[in-house]
């Protein structure tokens, strides 16, 4: 997910979808000890997709409290 699509998201999807990439790196790890990963790269991908939500929900609220 790119910022472009991010930023199509409402408040509350961006949430939603950040707490499934919480989801998806907590199941990941417990993924990698107990059995070997397919593709490790996906930490790194899903790290990177949930900073640029957050970065965007900060953005936000930062937006809303300067008004």
């Known amino acids: ?7 199509k ?3 509350e999807e961006i949430q939603v ?3 499934r990439i919480r989801r998806k790196l907590f199941d ?8 070997k990963i397919q593709d490790s790269s996906q930490f ?3 790290r990177c997709v949930l900073a640029r939500m957050q970065t ?8 809303k409290n300067a008004k």
């Open 28 to 35: 990941l790890r417990s993924q990698s000890q107990s059995e």
């Open 17 to 19: 979808e950040s707490t």
């Open 1 to 7: 997910m790119n910022m472009k699509e991010i930023k």
């Open 9 to 11: 998201l409402g408040d």
């Open 56 to 63: 965007e929900a900060s953005a936000r609220a930062a937006g």
């Open 44 to 46: 790194r991908k899903n």
